[in-house]
């Protein structure tokens, strides 16, 4: 069990630009959620997979944010156009799922995000 | 949708006891978990309920009460290190997706 690695660990870009993470969850995991936290805030939901199908993506979220789970294995969150209010710390986890018990989130350690 | 209520702070005395509140409103409701945050890191697994009662893990013990969509966090003997955010999560829908509260900020003082 190597844990859940997000990559980059940070990352700074210009308004406008296009940035892309990636998540490689624990590898039994079927499950894989991303969040998005502020300072002072709970993580927010984004978006989650089982295996490769994507389940839910936030209403929140505009059309600029979009991810993918290839193959069901890692994941990336990309985000299209990005504005000042998109910084944050971006954070995966991953869980199994036997489709009855909940088994806990495990997290990476985030990308953080910087749009000047 | 989901929405969950907690205390935004509590302080607490080096060996005392604290308990951390949180209700929720969410529909298709499967269980409540808690989660630690320390400034800079991610966030860590603490317990989890799916019926009523009360969990032991330790020195942390958790309650759930679902009629009243209502559980805490409660921390005995209280040591500096427990000085973290503390987050109640639910997980709800057919899915099971996770959805978390605004946390709470513990600080413990000697």
């Known amino acids: 069990d190597t844990g859940v690695s997000q990559n980059p660990r940070h990352k700074i870009t210009k308004r406008g630009q296009n940035v892309t993470f990636r998540c490689d969850p624990i590898?039994?995991?079927?499950?894989l959620y991303w969040y998005r936290q502020t300072l002072g805030q709970g993580p927010e939901f984004l978006t989650y997979?089982?295996?490769?199908?994507?389940?839910?993506k936030s209403r929140l979220l505009s059309d600029r944010f979009s991810a993918e789970r290839p193959k069901g294995s890692f994941s990336t969150l990309e985000i299209q156009r990005t504005e000042q209010g998109d910084s944050a710390m971006y954070l995966c986890?991953?869980?199994?799922?036997?489709?009855?018990?909940?088994?806990?989130?495990?997290f990476g350690n985030g990308t953080r995000l910087t749009v000047t | 949708g989901q929405s969950l209520e907690q205390p935004s702070e509590v302080t607490a005395v080096e060996g005392a006891i604290v308990q951390i509140n949180c209700t929720y409103q969410?529909?298709?409701?499967?269980?409540l978990s808690w989660y630690q945050q320390h400034d800079g890191g991610a966030p860590t697994f603490l317990s989890y309920?799916?019926?009523?009662g009360l969990e032991e893990t330790g020195r942390f013990s958790s309650f759930l009460s679902r009629s009243d969509s209502y559980g805490y966090l409660l921390l005995q003997e209280l040591q500096m290190k427990d000085s973290a955010s503390y987050f109640c999560?639910?997980?709800?829908?057919?899915?099971?997706?996770?959805?978390f509260g605004t946390g709470t900020k513990l600080q413990v003082i000697p």
């Open positions: 986890a991953s869980s199994s799922w036997g489709g009855v018990s909940n088994s806990p989130l495990h």
């Open positions: 590898s039994e995991h079927n499950r």
């Open positions: 997979f089982q295996n490769e199908a994507q389940l839910e």
């Open positions: 969410t529909s298709g409701f499967y269980g």
């Open positions: 309920n799916a019926l009523d």
């Open positions: 999560a639910v997980g709800s829908g057919g899915y099971q997706k996770v959805t």
